[in-house]
């Protein structure tokens, strides 16, 4: 069993800064791939990184070169780096775990957190 809990969301200007955390409580952590996605109201929950158990990353079109993201396994945490926010980047974040293979779809995922807002205004 694997909790995850997000923070560092809120509110800010386009073109600014942000870092997410997903700190994970349970056995096991460096068995598993994290991911972020992301969700805005009627919309379905995106993609948007993911790293895997030896910090291979994968990250969505529309974020490459501005979003980084890494882990460290010894406090298990995950942090999303997030750069040049744009407004489209608006919506809740959630930090989710799959065990061994890749996070990649919402419905592939064994674990998520709560979710944290992050709003960009233009």
């Known amino acids: 069993q694997v909790q995850l809990v997000e923070s560092g969301g809120g509110l800010v200007q386009a073109g600014g800064s942000l870092r997410l955390s997903c700190a994970a409580s349970?056995?096991?952590?460096?068995?598993?791939?994290v991911g972020w996605f992301r969700q805005v109201p009627g919309k379905e929950r995106e993609f948007v990184v993911a790293i895997n158990r030896v910090g291979s990353t994968r990250y969505a079109d529309s974020v490459k070169g501005r979003f980084s993201i890494s882990r460290d396994n010894a406090k298990n945490t995950v942090t999303l780096q997030m750069n040049s926010l744009k407004p489209g980047d608006t919506g809740i974040y959630y930090c989710?775990?799959?065990?061994?293979?890749?996070?990649?779809?919402?419905?592939?995922?064994?674990?998520w957190g709560q979710g944290t807002q992050v709003t960009v205004s233009s």
């Open positions: 349970g056995r096991f952590f460096n068995m598993y791939s």
């Open positions: 989710a775990a799959k065990y061994v293979d890749w996070v990649s779809t919402p419905q592939a995922t064994d674990y």
